[in-house]
């Protein structure tokens, strides 16, 4: 496996590509060269790309992703999944996309590309997870929740059932969310109201 990206979610990546035996034959970073625990960091030659491997962008930015997914658009990408998440047997997960250890996702769930599935985040039957998306430590989604493409789900956020959310919204630490989002807002607090758009993730975009 190949990994472009070397901060700490590099790190979380590394150490489950090491429990499920899988080596890693180089990392890549523009920032490079350094090294990043045992490895030593490089910067991505695109003049002479390797294909024989299997790649993951080791960012947790959300655009950063969608940006070097489309210029990496002739390599295989492979996927992260944690042993000791619990995923059902239905649970589709699309090409680039990792799941951190204490996971559960259940029953029906599709999950899109390069998406980030954190540490113990739980995903309820028939949820619907976009490409890009993130669905941060600790934040639950109940059954049949829509997340839209790029949708940043922070840490310890609960999403009732049945809810929609758009494309690359926001929706902060800890908020609850009752009611459907639009795409590109920030929505924060308990029950989660709307505070902006934002302009980063969205609007830029549009």
Avoid at 89 to 117: D, L, P, Y
Wanted: proline fraction near 3%; charge should be positive; aromatic fraction near 6%.
């Amino acid at each position: 496996m190949i990994l472009y990206g070397a901060s700490g979610h590099a790190k979380v990546i590394l150490d489950i590509l090491k429990r499920n035996k899988i080596p890693v034959t180089a990392i890549y970073d523009d920032r490079a060269p350094f090294s990043l625990i045992d490895y030593q960091v490089s910067k991505f030659d695109w003049q002479n790309i390797r294909k024989d491997d299997e790649y993951l962008i080791s960012i947790g930015r959300n655009t950063t992703r969608q940006i070097l997914s489309k210029k990496l658009n002739n390599v295989r990408f492979g996927q992260a999944i944690h042993p000791q998440s619990i995923i059902d047997q239905t649970v589709t997960i699309g090409e680039g996309s990792v799941v951190m250890g204490g996971a559960v996702i259940n029953s029906s769930v599709k999950i899109g590309k390069h998406c980030i599935i954190n540490t113990t985040a739980s995903i309820d039957h028939d949820c619907m997870i976009g490409d890009f998306a993130h669905i941060s430590p600790n934040a639950t989604l109940s059954g049949n929740v829509q997340v839209g493409e790029g949708t940043h789900i922070g840490a310890g956020a609960v999403v009732i059932q049945g809810i929609k959310i758009g494309k690359w919204a926001m929706i902060g630490a800890g908020a609850v969310i009752i009611r459907d989002v639009p795409d590109g807002v920030t929505v924060v607090g308990n029950p989660g109201r709307i505070i902006k758009l934002s302009q980063d993730e969205y609007t830029r975009k549009s």
